[in-house]
């Protein structure tokens, strides 16, 4: 027994120094055959260097699986990081309906980009509309035509280029700037809200309420907490691994998509996007329903008809434009998704995100008389 551990040694490092000094066996080995040839043989010798046989076996074969789990780690390590593309399915995959949709969107879309401008050029142009409400008014059509360039330019060339392809850096790109747009949509009828409620109920305390620096200070935060909570959403959904496929069903990226498609945990994603989603959706809204609550309250005491009707049509652009708004995003995002199939889905997203932003323009130039007539001075 003195000469087992050395013996040990030779057995495990054996076959490295055979292939490299190609020596004859040593003592060790001529026991391991004497021994082999015993069977059933128990001695202290023998039952010595077999235990040492079977750590040297184990041992090899551990160190071999190892590296194996090693590698298979790193490759599907490697495979959940290495999504460098998505592919937009688009509203629909036959061949023969491509042209009809194409010529659809364009027009939709050359219609919201040009009303929406038109409004923010008749606004800044004539001096008559340099106040409060037409300032957060030029503001929503700028982001009601950004809202929709964020997603129809790009379903456009899928289209005609026959490809359904878009990076995985374009796919969060356009992921946060419709969350930012539509974020920015929703705060900017909240103020616009706030405007009325103001100017109706509070009226000798307008031009304090609702001066040109407190204007700036309500837009700025607009857009300080709808590029936060885009942000946050995108860095979270950038820490994700994507292994379920690179297929969405959408003719954009959208979260809730790309959450189903990844194989993380996407607990905090879903925690986030519903605690987020919570207070920009419920906040302005809760701005609105408050504000026309006293509005209302307000022009009931009115005594004459003429005065009713006067304070009430100058918020009926932006109650059209309000119930548009929240109906298609409720038709979207809180109806259950057992009621409706992917298509009407898909179908409600464009109501939401071409239709409404399209529509907006036309509601506050017919139904208001300064912007007709600041269009009017425009094109003529």
Avoid at 88 to 95: D, M, T, V, Y
Avoid at 205 to 224: E, F, G, I, N, R
Avoid at 310 to 321: D, M, R
């Amino acid at each position: 027994m003195g000469d087992l551990p050395g013996a040990g040694f030779y057995y495990l490092a054996g076959p490295i120094l055979e292939s490299r000094t190609q020596k004859t066996p040593g003592p060790f080995e001529t026991k391991r055959k004497n021994c082999s040839s015993k069977v059933g043989s128990f001695g202290s010798e023998c039952w010595g260097v077999e235990l040492l046989g079977t750590l040297g076996r184990t041992w090899k074969e551990g160190s071999q699986t190892s590296a194996v789990d090693t590698e298979s780690g790193g490759m599907d390590k490697s495979n959940q990081s290495s999504v460098s593309e998505f592919l937009l399915l688009g509203l629909s995959e036959k061949p023969e309906q491509q042209p009809l949709l194409f010529g659809i969107f364009l027009g939709m879309y050359l219609v919201t980009v040009v009303g929406n401008l038109l409004i923010v050029l008749a606004i800044s142009s004539d001096p008559q509309l340099h106040t409060p409400m037409y300032f957060f008014l030029a503001n929503l059509s700028f982001a009601d035509a950004c809202f929709s360039s964020t997603t129809v330019p790009k379903m456009l060339v899928n289209i005609q280029t026959h490809g359904q392809t878009i990076p995985y850096g374009g796919c969060l790109t356009q992921m946060h700037f419709f969350m930012m747009f539509g974020a920015l949509d929703d705060f900017l009828l909240g103020v616009m809200a706030y405007d009325r409620y103001v100017a109706i109920c509070r009226p000798l305390h307008y031009a304090t309420l609702m001066s040109p620096h407190v204007c700036l200070l309500l837009l700025a935060a607009c857009w300080l907490l709808t590029n936060l909570a885009a942000l946050l959403h995108t860095l979270l959904m950038a820490r994700l691994s994507f292994c379920a496929g690179n297929a969405i069903r959408h003719f954009f990226c959208d979260v809730v998509p790309l959450l189903q498609l990844s194989c993380s945990d996407t607990s905090t994603n879903q925690v986030a996007l519903f605690t987020v989603g919570s207070v920009i959706l419920t906040g302005p809204l809760s701005l609105i329903i408050l504000s026309y609550a006293h509005i209302v309250s307000t022009v009931l005491r009115v005594p004459s008809t003429s005065g009713r009707q006067k304070a009430f049509s100058t918020c009926g652009s932006h109650l059209s434009v309000v119930f548009l708004f929240y109906g298609a995003a409720i038709g979207v995002y809180l109806c259950p998704p057992s009621s409706q199939s992917e298509g009407k889905d898909r179908v409600a997203a464009v109501f939401y995100t071409v239709v409404t932003p399209m529509l907006n323009p036309f509601i506050y130039s017919l139904r208001n008389k300064d912007m007709k007539t600041a269009l009017r001075r425009l094109l003529t």
